[in-house]
Every structure is written in structure tokens, then in C-alpha cells.
């Protein structure tokens, strides 16, 4: 019985396989048609589609032929309207071409004409200057010299009226001007005017100290001037000696080291090299102590402290009497007024005004005159150009910087004043014979004569050698001579005079 059903279930196993085949066949067959169909259908609308693209190519394709027939007839139209006005344009070419030559041919013809005529003018001139020649009894070349002599003679004339004219405007306006600048500057510097001057004098407890100090066999006073470099001269003057020397720093350690003695009472060379190299210290001291504060007073910083102690050294040098340290201050507070005024670089004046002399700190020691010492010793001392050329500048004709110009000015302005400076009496008198004696060395010059205390020379020039504008150049090669060879404080007037006197009598 188990067989049988195990035999049954296995044929319909078998039979049930068999029908999925066919059916999965039929199945597969269905589908296959049914691609077919599709793929028909797609080939069919493809070629359709073929159809149209290739018509609507056609018909563009038409379009673009039938625009591009229109665009070249266009195109042939405008070059034939070109090429007419190129024709046209050639034919008036040609004929401007025409013109051109024939007037060409003209203006060589006129050219040809007018070279004929200046030939001819050329030789009728000739032939009047030999008459004019023949007639006047002179050459082309001196008459042309005769005639411009007078006009020479007529222009001189007027020429010089002129620069009267223009000089006296050009003055007064502009001396007006520097007065009120001037005014305004120097109320505002009210600086001292009672400059100190260094005293070579030592004054004494009494007669008996003149003894002391020369010393047994004058052994003291021989030790005090070989440590110093100084004369020491003991004479009658009562409780006083007096201490001579070029050097102000040399005469100012010796005052100190005597008074130093004096107020000790124990005076042998022992003692006296010692109190010399105390009073060394002392003055150096007092010398860096008197470049610092005018470094304050000023509002200067950052000066090298060895220039500082060169600057305080001014303390103790005068010129004409006028203490140079204060004579410094002075320049520098008047050309920082002025800078300001004038639009210069304030600070770089300031500072130029106070070291412009700093070269006659060591003008006893080193050769050379002071502003060219001064300039290399601040160029030594790395202070810019602007700086260091004030120094030299000051004292030239025609400064190069508006700096240099107005600490020239302060220098005169301060230098010039009533009570800065004074001379003694031998160089004055010497001064005056100088200054007379360069001006009688010009040509034409009959006499001269120094007045006002040196501040104008009058010079009186012969009047047939001399004629106006001749006066006006020698004055200026005056005052050039002047400034060139001659050392003076602030400035000298040249005032030439030319005067003519003609007498006749009548009888």
C-alpha cells in the first residue's frame, strides 16, 4: 500500500513538472511576441521621426541658401558703391595732384625771384654804405661803434634810473618788513645783556700772600705756571695779581687753583700740584655743569656728553668782550623765534644757533678758523648735514639753507647790539686804518674816512673816472672786500659818493 501511494506521488510528481515546463514555454513564448511588437513599433516611429528631421534639414538648408544669395547681392551692391567712390576719389586725387605741382613750380619760381632780389638789395646796401662811408669819413665798423656808444650813453642813463627806482621800492618795502620781524622776535628773547667777561684777576687777603706765592727763589709761582701754562704777574697793585694768558681755560684753573691756595694757606710745589689736579676736576666739573644747562635752556636734547663738554667751555671764551656761551644762547632763542616766523625747520635752527661758534672752543688749539673747525667737529660727532653746515655757513657771503641764513642773522642781530661787544683802543685804531686803507686801494677813489666807530666808511670817488652805475659796482666790491679780508662784529655801511663841481667865472 505505501509503494503504491509512493509510486502515485512520484508520476504526479513527474506529470506536475512536465505542465510547469510547458506552461513557463508558453509563457516566454508570449513575451518574446510581445518584445517584438514593441521593438517594431519603436523602429517604426524612429524611421518617422527620421522623416521629419531630414525634411525640417531640407527646409532650413533651403533657407539658409536663399539668405546667403540675398547677402552676397547685398554685398556686390555695396562694393559697387565702393568702388565707384574710389574712382571717384582717385579722379579728384588726380587733379588736387595737378595743383599741387603747379604750384610747386610757382613757389620755386617766387623762390628763384626773391634770391635775385636779396642779391640785388644785398648789393644796392653795399653800395650805399661806401657812399655813407665816403660821406661820413668812417668805416662800417666805427660808425657802428660811434652809434653804440650813444645808445650805450642813452640806456646807461635810463638803466640807472631804473634800478634807483626799484632798489629804493624793493628796499623800503623790504626793510619794513625785516624790521617788524625783527621787532617782534627780539621782545620775545628777552635775554640778558649784561654779558660776563672772564676776569684774569686774583685779589688777596693782604700784601704778605704776594711773597707766599712767588715762593723761596720763586720756586711756587715757576711750579704754578709750568702746571697751568700761564704768566702769573705779581706787581704794585695792592692785595691783587694778575694772570696773563691766551688760553681762557688755562687762566680760569689757575684762578681757581689760587684761590683754592689762598684759602688754605699751605702754598710748596706739593701742595700746588695737588690743588691743580683738584682744581682740574673742579673745572671740568663746572664746564660739563655749564654745557648741560644751556642744553635746558635751549630745550636741546641728545647731545653727544664730549660736545656738551666742548659747548660748556664757551663759558670761558669771549670775543669783543662778549661772553660766547651766553652769545650762544642768545643766536639759538632768536633763530628758533625766526625759524618759526619764517617757516624753517625750528628744531635743526635752534639747535645750529647754539653750536654755530662751538669751533672757537678750540680755536686756540687747533689751526683754522672757527666755523671750519666747528663744522668737523660736528660732523665728528654725527650730527646731520642740516646741523653741522650752520657752523660753517654762517659766516659765508650767500648761505645755501634757510637754517644757515637765519642763524647768520641772529649771530649779526646779537653780535650788533648796543653794549655786546667792545674793542680795545689799539685795535680799534687799528680797525679804523684798515678799513680806510682797503678802500683807497680801489681805482678812482680820491679819499675815504671811517666814521660812526667803524659801523660806515665814506668813500669819495673822482667823478671823471667814476660815473653813477661805475659808483653803485664799486660799493658792492667794497663791502666784498670788507667782508673777505677784515674781521669786524656786526656790520659796516659803504657809502660811496660821487660829486661833481663846475666852476667858471665871469669877468
Same mark, same amino acid.
Given at each position: 500500500?505505501?509503494?503504491?501511494?509512493?509510486?502515485?506521488?512520484?508520476?504526479?510528481?513527474?506529470?506536475?513538472?512536465?505542465?510547469?515546463?510547458?506552461?513557463?514555454?508558453?509563457?516566454?513564448?508570449?513575451?518574446?511576441?510581445?518584445?517584438?511588437?514593441?521593438?517594431?513599433?519603436?523602429?517604426?516611429?524612429?524611421?518617422?521621426?527620421?522623416?521629419?528631421?531630414?525634411?525640417?534639414?531640407?527646409?532650413?538648408?533651403?533657407?539658409?541658401?536663399?539668405?546667403?544669395?540675398?547677402?552676397?547681392?547685398?554685398?556686390?551692391?555695396?562694393?559697387?558703391?565702393?568702388?565707384?567712390?574710389?574712382?571717384?576719389?582717385?579722379?579728384?586725387?588726380?587733379?588736387?595732384?595737378?595743383?599741387?605741382?603747379?604750384?610747386?613750380?610757382?613757389?620755386?619760381?617766387?623762390?628763384?625771384?626773391?634770391?635775385?632780389?636779396?642779391?640785388?638789395?644785398?648789393?644796392?646796401?653795399?653800395?650805399?654804405?661806401?657812399?655813407?662811408?665816403?660821406?661820413?669819413?668812417?668805416?662800417?665798423?666805427?660808425?657802428?661803434?660811434?652809434?653804440?656808444?650813444?645808445?650805450?650813453?642813452?640806456?646807461?642813463?635810463?638803466?640807472?634810473?631804473?634800478?634807483?627806482?626799484?632798489?629804493?621800492?624793493?628796499?623800503?618795502?623790504?626793510?619794513?618788513?625785516?624790521?617788524?620781524?625783527?621787532?617782534?622776535?627780539?621782545?620775545?628773547?628777552?635775554?640778558?645783556?649784561?654779558?660776563?667777561?672772564?676776569?684774569?684777576?686774583?685779589?688777596?687777603?693782604?700784601?704778605?700772600?704776594?711773597?707766599?706765592?712767588?715762593?723761596?727763589?720763586?720756586?711756587?709761582?715757576?711750579?704754578?705756571?709750568?702746571?697751568?701754562?700761564?704768566?702769573?704777574?705779581?706787581?704794585?697793585?695792592?692785595?691783587?695779581?694778575?694772570?696773563?694768558?691766551?688760553?681762557?681755560?688755562?687762566?680760569?684753573?689757575?684762578?681757581?687753583?689760587?684761590?683754592?691756595?689762598?684759602?688754605?694757606?699751605?702754598?710748596?710745589?706739593?701742595?700746588?700740584?695737588?690743588?691743580?689736579?683738584?682744581?682740574?676736576?673742579?673745572?671740568?666739573?663746572?664746564?660739563?655743569?655749564?654745557?648741560?644747562?644751556?642744553?635746558?635752556?635751549?630745550?636741546?636734547?641728545?647731545?653727544?656728553?664730549?660736545?656738551?663738554?666742548?659747548?660748556?667751555?664757551?663759558?670761558?671764551?669771549?670775543?669783543?668782550?662778549?661772553?660766547?656761551?651766553?652769545?650762544?644762547?642768545?643766536?639759538?632763542?632768536?633763530?628758533?623765534?625766526?625759524?618759526?616766523?619764517?617757516?624753517?625747520?625750528?628744531?635743526?635752527?635752534?639747535?645750529?644757533?647754539?653750536?654755530?661758534?662751538?669751533?672757537?672752543?678750540?680755536?686756540? =688749539?687747533?689751526?683754522?678758523?672757527?666755523?671750519?673747525?666747528?663744522? @668737523?667737529? #660736528? $660732523?665728528?660727532?654725527? &650730527?646731520?648735514? !642740516? *646741523? +653741522?653746515?650752520?657752523?660753517?655757513?654762517?659766516?659765508?657771503?650767500?648761505?645755501?639753507?634757510?637754517?644757515?641764513?637765519?642763524?647768520?642773522?641772529?649771530?649779526?642781530?646779537?653780535?650788533?647790539?648796543?653794549?655786546?661787544?667792545?674793542?680795545?683802543?689799539?685795535?680799534?685804531?687799528?680797525?679804523?686804518?684798515?678799513?680806510?686803507?682797503?678802500?683807497?686801494?680801489?681805482?678812482?677813489?680820491?679819499?675815504?674816512?671811517?666814521?660812526?666807530?667803524?659801523? =660806515?666808511?665814506?668813500?669819495?670817488?673822482?667823478?671823471?673816472?667814476? @660815473?653813477? #652805475? $661805475?659808483?653803485?659796482? &664799486?660799493?658792492? !666790491? *667794497? +663791502?666784498?672786500?670788507?667782508?673777505?679780508?677784515?674781521?669786524?662784529?656786526?656790520?659796516?655801511?659803504?657809502?660811496?659818493?660821487?660829486?661833481?663841481?663846475?666852476?667858471?667865472?665871469?669877468?
Amino acid at each position: 500500500m505505501n509503494l503504491i501511494n509512493f509510486i502515485l506521488l512520484g508520476g504526479g510528481l513527474v506529470v506536475g513538472v512536465f505542465f510547469g515546463y510547458l506552461l513557463r514555454k508558453v509563457i516566454r513564448a508570449k513575451k518574446l511576441s510581445s518584445s517584438e511588437r514593441k521593438a517594431e513599433e519603436t523602429l517604426a516611429q524612429a524611421k518617422n521621426k527620421e522623416k521629419e528631421i531630414l525634411l525640417s534639414a531640407k527646409d532650413k538648408a533651403i533657407n539658409i541658401i536663399e539668405e546667403a544669395k540675398k547677402d552676397e547681392e547685398n554685398r556686390r551692391k555695396e562694393l559697387s558703391h565702393v568702388q565707384q567712390r574710389v574712382e571717384k576719389r582717385e579722379e579728384l586725387f588726380d587733379k588736387k595732384l595737378i595743383e599741387f605741382e603747379s604750384k610747386q613750380k610757382e613757389l620755386y619760381d617766387r623762390a628763384e625771384k626773391l634770391e635775385r632780389l636779396k642779391e640785388e638789395i644785398k648789393k644796392i646796401k653795399e653800395d650805399q654804405f661806401k657812399k655813407l662811408e665816403k660821406i661820413a669819413g668812417l668805416d662800417k665798423e666805427e660808425a657802428k661803434k660811434v652809434l653804440l656808444e650813444n645808445v650805450e650813453r642813452q640806456i646807461q642813463e635810463e638803466l640807472l634810473q631804473r634800478i634807483n627806482k626799484l632798489e629804493r621800492e624793493s628796499t623800503e618795502e623790504v626793510e619794513l618788513r625785516a624790521k617788524e620781524l625783527l621787532s617782534g622776535v627780539i621782545e620775545r628773547c628777552a635775554s640778558s645783556h649784561a654779558a660776563e667777561t672772564t676776569t684774569t684777576v686774583v685779589s688777596l687777603p693782604n700784601e704778605e700772600m704776594k711773597g707766599r706765592i712767588i715762593g723761596r727763589e720763586g720756586r711756587n709761582i715757576k711750579t704754578l705756571e709750568q702746571l697751568t701754562g700761564v704768566e702769573i704777574v705779581v706787581d704794585d697793585t695792592p692785595e691783587a695779581i694778575l694772570i696773563s694768558g691766551f688760553s681762557p681755560i688755562r687762566r680760569q684753573l689757575a684762578k681757581i687753583a689760587l684761590e683754592k691756595l689762598i684759602t688754605d694757606g699751605r702754598i710748596h710745589p706739593g701742595r700746588i700740584e695737588e690743588v691743580i689736579e683738584a682744581s682740574k676736576k673742579e673745572l671740568a666739573i663746572d664746564v660739563k655743569k655749564a654745557g648741560e644747562e644751556a642744553c635746558y635752556e635751549t630745550g636741546i636734547t641728545g647731545l653727544d656728553p664730549k660736545l656738551i663738554m666742548i659747548l660748556g667751555r664757551l663759558k670761558y671764551r669771549t670775543s669783543y668782550g662778549q661772553n660766547q656761551l651766553k652769545h650762544a644762547l642768545e643766536v639759538a632763542h632768536l633763530s628758533g623765534l625766526l625759524a618759526a616766523e619764517l617757516g624753517g625747520n625750528q628744531i635743526a635752527t635752534k639747535k645750529g644757533g647754539l653750536l654755530h661758534d662751538i669751533g672757537k672752543a678750540v680755536d686756540h =688749539e687747533v689751526s683754522g678758523g672757527h666755523p671750519e673747525i666747528g663744522y @668737523d667737529i #660736528l $660732523k665728528k660727532f654725527n &650730527l646731520p648735514e !642740516e *646741523i +653741522a653746515y650752520i657752523a660753517k655757513g654762517h659766516h659765508e657771503d650767500h648761505p645755501e639753507t634757510l637754517e644757515a641764513l637765519i642763524v647768520k642773522v641772529a649771530d649779526a642781530i646779537s653780535g650788533a647790539r648796543p653794549g655786546a661787544r667792545k674793542d680795545t683802543y689799539e685795535n680799534y685804531l687799528q680797525r679804523l686804518e684798515e678799513l680806510e686803507s682797503l678802500a683807497l686801494n680801489f681805482d678812482g677813489v680820491d679819499k675815504c674816512y671811517a666814521i660812526q666807530a667803524g659801523r =660806515e666808511i665814506r668813500v669819495f670817488v673822482k667823478p671823471q673816472e667814476i @660815473d653813477d #652805475l $661805475k659808483a653803485m659796482k &664799486l660799493a658792492q !666790491e *667794497i +663791502a666784498a672786500k670788507i667782508e673777505q679780508e677784515l674781521k669786524y662784529p656786526g656790520e659796516i655801511k659803504v657809502n660811496v659818493i660821487r660829486e661833481m663841481r663846475i666852476e667858471q667865472y665871469a669877468r
